[in-house]
């Protein structure tokens, strides 16, 4: 579980996996659900108009949100409140083309649209510690590095 202070501006925040699992040389993490929820102390009722967020996870440190069919996008998060008419939506994806994480650290890139307010959310990430074969890990290493030919 990790906590994210999201703000009005777009900004990045490193996860380092060791933190919360052990994942050793010739291993990977195996994903296999990503929830991002506010957090129940944040007070939606204050929030008025709509107000959106949007997350992503990605394994190298973008700068910029990039195409959820870009290689590097692990997982995407749009969320939509209206206090006004007490609704709430939203839409997720997990790409299945990296399901393994070969990476220590991953990155979380997030953006809301509600000026001057941090909004608190909870990232889980669920999952287990797999080894692949030497060949598919050497796979994953130079894809997720961006090191392919």
């Known amino acids: 579980m990790i906590e994210l202070g999201v703000t009005a501006t777009a900004s990045t925040t490193a996860l380092d ?3 919360y699992v052990d994942i050793a040389d010739n291993e990977a993490f ?3 659900e990503v929830d991002i929820i506010l957090d129940p102390t944040v007070a939606v ?3 008025g108009a709509p107000v959106e967020a ?3 996870l990605a ?3 973008i700068q910029a949100f990039v195409s959820h069919a870009d290689r590097t996008s ?3 998060d749009r969320q939509l409140w209206d206090a006004l008419t007490l609704q709430y939506s939203f839409q997720d994806s997990f790409s299945s083309l990296t399901p393994l994480i070969v990476s220590k650290t991953i990155f979380c890139r997030h953006d809301h649209d509600l000026a001057g307010q941090t909004l608190d ?3 889980r990430i669920k999952g287990r510690i797999v080894k692949p074969s030497a060949k598919d890990y050497m796979a994953l ?3 997720q590095t961006g090191n392919v030919a």
């Open 17 to 19: 996996m060791t933190d």
């Open 30 to 32: 195996e994903v296999h």
């Open 45 to 47: 009722n204050g929030l």
């Open 54 to 56: 949007i997350f992503q």
């Open 59 to 61: 394994d190298s440190n």
């Open 74 to 76: 692990l997982y995407v």
């Open 121 to 123: 959310f909870t990232l």
């Open 141 to 143: 290493v130079l894809t």
